[in-house]
């Protein structure tokens, strides 16, 4: 019998994940059904209880109900602890599992696909929202020294002193007006400042050489990653060398490196993403 699952969102028309977990299912051999569903913004709940009654074996969970799908869980892994959102549930009779599969898949894309590995890099995660929560942890754990930016100076206090006990991590609030240049080997940009086509308050010298620039939206080429080639084609032009200039990613190899995590949690296999990212780069 096909087991089902589904990713639940609103809006979720755009959505590629049935997209991706239709070509993991096929490269693997695993017998699956995937779906999108929209579901009301009160009504995420009762939609994942019919989905358990219904007989599906789990479902991924986008904006905005991963903090609701972190409260209906009743066993959390400890990404999905730190995190304090989930992405993935898994149904197992009573049981809801609840898995944050985001950094994890966001680490896999830094280190393999882009072979930048991150133990002892400097590493600044801008912003202080789900999504930086859901990064935060497995890029300690990779051995990162981490520091936090965000607009909102409690917000990045509370986030640093959240994560504190887990690795070392510092909040930096306005580069303009600290003293001190500041240098860091990978910037992450985790807010949705390209979706408004704004750019986060950044100054040219906050790149070191070599440094990767990565944001976690797809699909187009936001200010952040303007930014970040006009600096390492400056680099390049004063001499440093193309090799030491700017590397700069979107989102598209995270969102498949995550979904490949979670059809890891839910059927015990390991999908080969990079043919995936490669079909999902033709289409878009």
């Given at each position: 019998?096909?087991?089902?699952?589904?990713?639940?969102?609103?809006?979720?028309?755009?959505?590629?994940?049935?997209?991706?977990?239709?070509?993991?299912?096929?490269?693997?051999?695993?017998?699956?059904?995937?779906?999108?569903?929209?579901?009301?913004?009160?009504?995420?709940?009762?939609?994942?209880?019919?989905?358990?009654?219904?007989?599906?074996?789990?479902?991924?969970?986008?904006?905005?109900?991963?903090?609701?799908?972190?409260?209906?869980?009743?066993?959390?892994?400890?990404?999905?602890?730190?995190?304090?959102?989930?992405?993935?549930?898994?149904?197992?009779?009573?049981?809801?599992?609840?898995?944050?599969?985001?950094?994890?898949?966001?680490?896999?894309?830094?280190?393999?696909?882009?072979?930048?590995?991150?133990?002892?890099?400097?590493?600044?995660?801008?912003?202080?929202?789900?999504?930086?929560?859901?990064?935060?942890?497995?890029?300690?754990q990779a051995g990162a020294q981490l520091a936090l930016m965000n607009r909102t100076?409690?917000?990045?206090?509370?986030?640093?002193?959240?994560?504190?006990?887990?690795?070392?991590?510092?909040?930096?609030?306005?580069?303009?007006?600290?003293?001190?240049?500041?240098q860091f080997d990978l910037i992450i940009n985790a807010t949705s400042s390209g979706?408004?086509?704004?750019?986060?308050?950044?100054?040219?010298?906050?790149?070191?050489?070599?440094?990767?620039?990565?944001?976690?939206?797809?699909?187009?080429?936001?200010?952040?990653?303007?930014?970040?080639?006009?600096?390492g084609a400056a680099m390049a032009a004063d001499g440093i060398g193309v090799t030491?200039?700017?590397?700069?990613?979107?989102?598209?190899?995270?969102?498949?490196?995550?979904?490949?995590?979670?059809?890891?949690?839910?059927?015990?296999?390991?999908?080969?993403?990079?043919?995936?990212?490669?079909?999902?780069?033709?289409?878009?």
């Amino acid at each position: 019998m096909t087991d089902k699952y589904a990713v639940i969102g609103n809006p979720i028309a755009h959505s590629k994940s049935p997209l991706i977990h239709r070509m993991f299912a096929e490269q693997t051999g695993q017998d699956i059904g995937y779906e999108a569903l929209l579901a009301p913004l009160d009504g995420f709940s009762a939609t994942v209880e019919r989905l358990r009654k219904d007989g599906y074996k789990g479902c991924n969970v986008t904006v905005p109900f991963k903090f609701d799908a972190f409260k209906i869980a009743t066993q959390l892994t400890e990404r999905a602890q730190a995190a304090q959102a989930v992405n993935t549930l898994k149904f197992d009779g009573n049981i809801i599992l609840g898995g944050n599969t985001d950094g994890a898949g966001m680490v896999r894309d830094i280190e393999h696909n882009f072979r930048f590995p991150l133990r002892g890099r400097q590493v600044l995660l801008i912003g202080a929202g789900g999504a930086a929560y859901g990064v935060a942890l497995p890029i300690l754990q990779a051995g990162a020294q981490l520091a936090l930016m965000n607009r909102t100076r409690e917000k990045a206090d509370q986030f640093a002193i959240y994560l504190g006990k887990l690795g070392h991590i510092v909040a930096v609030y306005d580069f303009l007006n600290e003293p001190g240049r500041k240098q860091f080997d990978l910037i992450i940009n985790a807010t949705s400042s390209g979706l408004s086509d704004e750019m986060p308050p950044l100054p040219a010298t906050v790149f070191a050489p070599g440094a990767l620039a990565y944001d976690m939206m797809y699909g187009r080429e936001t200010p952040f990653m303007k930014f970040a080639r006009e600096q390492g084609a400056a680099m390049a032009a004063d001499g440093i060398g193309v090799t030491d200039g700017i590397g700069v990613a979107d989102g598209l190899g995270m969102l498949v490196e995550q979904a490949a995590e979670a059809f890891y949690l839910w059927r015990g296999v390991r999908p080969d993403t990079a043919p995936v990212m490669a079909r999902l780069r033709e289409v878009a």
